[in-house]
């Protein structure tokens, strides 16, 4: 999946208090579109499905049995709609 690393030290947070800080060298940024072998993605979100789970992304199917994802390193924009906000990046073109 195409990732940026993190160059920030994260947070974790419960009502605005830290928890915990996760430095920036482990932590990568994922990206859309991932992409899978058809029988692996299919086998995954059967399995999600199945046991009725909540994920994240596919990747979070695919690392659920026990797939390894790979993190190629994109460093690019990867503009796409996910808020309201984002829509303006897409109206100009």
Known sequence: MAA???TDTIKLS???VSLAAF???ALWAVQTPQTFAVEVIRRALAIVRE???LVTDDTAACELIGQAVELVCHTGPNPKVTRPEDVPWWSCC
């Open 4 to 6: 940026q690393a993190v």
């Open 14 to 16: 419960d009502d605005g």
């Open 23 to 25: 430095g920036p060298f």
């Open 51 to 53: 046991r009725k789970l």
